[in-house]
């Protein structure tokens, strides 16, 4: 190879690992050394979890004041699920028996869930009308069925598609008490499942690329979906997803001959999406095609971004980072304003909460 093309090369490679000349984000960590995110909200607000040994984890919020321990609740584990607008976290904690309890924290007291009558009850998702997504499960271990909890404390099935030994896991719940999730039979090792959307009492299977597995993984308040789908072509056969105006959206776009793996994890009301691929790592879809996220940031400071779980209207992203091999809760916030304005959110109406039982300040 000629010095000449020593040098081309030696530059182009320069090139690739340089970070942008105009970065889009800075990052701003949210969480504690070793956390993972798992929600925001619309105000930038993020909650996540800090493991504290092989089985047990500690829950933070991040209001914008620096991230909050929210102890254990007398327990052995505690972890944050999501955060609504209202800045109200609903989490899962472990009783020193071994019981998994529901909780929503605001305001500095927490309000213990009732589980689902005969079932073991884990808490998935609240919209901002107080509407509280729920799995349940029978003791001997059935697969999932999935309820809409209303505030005044009453339990709906929301039910299942119409396959033999049917079971259903719900994913995400919108403003508009519209959910998102898969169903399919209960069968070993993979369940084939199948999208849906959930709404006013009726479940319609979403649109596929012809096989399974398929998953609803977030729903915006327009009632789009975001997720992954199975296409033909091997081991590496899903693509992200976003289902808007009854049609199915490949937005992973690589040709149907290449490896693919990706997975829209969550997207804001823009329809914009953020998740993971194998050629691209952590991303975000606006509309066009799916950017790494490392190549948005400056790379200088040492980042390296995975793992999104949310992106707000605001295009703020929440999602692990890793730097210097500690890995943090962070936050992606625009350098600049995004050019979309947030549309206004419309919000079910819903009663004040009634009959949990009420608590005072994390306990550790």
């Not at 509407?131 to 339990?155: F, M, V």
């Not at 009632?223 to 959206?249: D, F, K, M, P």
């Amino acid at each position: 190879m000629s010095r000449m093309s020593l040098l081309l090369l030696s530059f182009t490679l320069g090139l690739a690992n340089a970070a942008p000349a105009c970065p889009e984000y800075r990052v701003t960590i949210v969480g504690p050394a070793g956390s993972d995110p798992t929600d925001m909200n619309q105000a930038g607000a993020v909650v996540g979890f800090t493991p504290a040994g092989d089985t047990s984890s500690r829950a933070f919020v991040n209001y914008g004041h620096g991230p909050r321990d929210l102890g254990l609740l007398g327990g052995t584990s505690n972890r944050a699920a999501v955060i609504n607008d209202k800045g109200e976290v609903l989490g899962n904690w472990r009783t020193s028996a071994g019981q998994v309890r529901g909780y929503v924290y605001f305001r500095g007291s927490f309000r213990l869930l009732n589980p689902i009558p005969g079932r073991l009850t884990s808490y998935v998702d609240i919209n901002n009308a107080g509407y509280i997504l729920a799995h349940g499960s029978l003791p001997a271990g059935d697969g999932p069925l999935t309820y809409l909890r209303a505030p005044n404390g009453s339990y709906r099935n929301i039910g299942t598609r119409p396959f033999e030994n049917a079971i259903t896991q719900g994913e995400a719940l919108n403003n508009r008490n519209q959910v998102t999730g898969e169903s399919g039979t209960f069968i070993l090792p993979e369940i084939p499942y199948h999208a849906f959307i959930w709404s006013r009492g009726t479940m319609r299977q979403l649109d596929d690329y012809g096989d399974t597995p398929n998953y609803g993984l977030d729903i915006n308040d327009r009632g789009q979906v975001t997720g992954t789908a199975a296409v033909s072509g091997g081991i590496h056969s899903r693509v992200a997803t976003l289902y808007s105006n009854g049609r199915l959206i490949d937005i992973d776009r690589r040709p149907a001959t290449a490896e693919r793996f990706s997975t829209g994890q969550a997207l804001n009301s823009h329809g914009h999406v953020v998740g993971n691929s194998n050629h691209l790592g952590a991303f975000v879809y606006r509309g066009r095609r799916m950017e790494s996220l490392n190549a948005l940031i400056d790379r200088s400071t040492g980042w390296d971004i995975s793992f999104p779980v949310a992106i707000n209207d605001g295009g703020q992203i929440a999602a692990r980072g890793v730097r210097k091999g500690v890995k943090y809760a962070v936050r992606l916030d625009l350098i600049r304003p995004h050019g979309l304005a947030a549309p206004a959110i419309e919000a079910d109406e819903g009663e004040e909460p009634a009959g949990d039982a009420q608590v005072g300040e994390p306990t550790q």
